[in-house]
């Protein structure tokens, strides 16, 4: 797959399963992204979670750029973290990595994703609004850390036609 950022030269961009060997990378993503980052520990242990959990790194120039994980519980996807570096960010390759997720959720026969966010995160917010996640309640005090709720947001009919339609458009940049 390739992304061309801003006028720039375009760069392949690929996902890998994530492994131990990619956690130092994503470990430093981790700690710039949020403000009470996942320890090692924790990732160790969603790694260690067999088919329940699906984790990917995306990769770009060569480099982790980003990761993204899924619990399954039942026929839904949780996205449990997602981030990309800050330095790569508004380049499309949020929108391309959530993708892959959905599509992975897809293929495992879930028929919705589901999500937190901050309420003051207005750029995570719209980039789920636009694959058509929906508010469906708040979260209070779901961050103690900086105090701040989280939206549930949920995407529906997963496996529809109109949704499918919808992430191959996301992923051609339209």
């Known amino acids: ?9 375009s760069q392949t961009v690929t996902f890998e399963r994530m ?4 956690l130092p990378a994503v470990m430093r993503i981790e700690h710039k992204a949020h403000p009470k980052p996942w320890s090692l520990g924790v990732f160790n242990n969603e790694l260690s979670q067999g088919a329940s959990r699906y ?9 982790v750029a980003g990761y993204g994980g899924l619990m399954f519980v039942a026929d839904e996807a949780h996205v449990t973290n997602i981030a990309i ?7 499309g390759l949020g929108t391309l990595l959530l993708a892959h997720l959905a599509h992975e959720g897809t293929r495992r026969g879930c028929v919705a994703m589901t999500l937190e966010v901050r309420v003051g995160n ?4 719209a980039l789920y609004r636009n694959f058509g996640f929906v508010t469906a309640g708040t979260r ?9 709720d989280a939206l549930v947001m949920w995407l529906y009919r997963l496996g529809s036609p109109e949704v499918q339609a919808r992430l191959e458009e996301l992923e051609r940049g339209r």
Do not use: C
Request: hydrophobic share 25%.
């Open 122 to 125: 207005l750029g995570a917010q």
């Open 19 to 22: 492994r131990r060997r990619h």
């Open 85 to 91: 570096a800050p330095s790569l960010r508004r380049q």
């Open 1 to 9: 797959m390739k992304l061309g950022a801003q006028g720039t030269a």
């Open 140 to 148: 209070r005090n779901y961050y103690p850390e900086t105090g701040e």
């Open 55 to 63: 984790y990917v790194v995306v990769r770009t120039g060569g480099r």
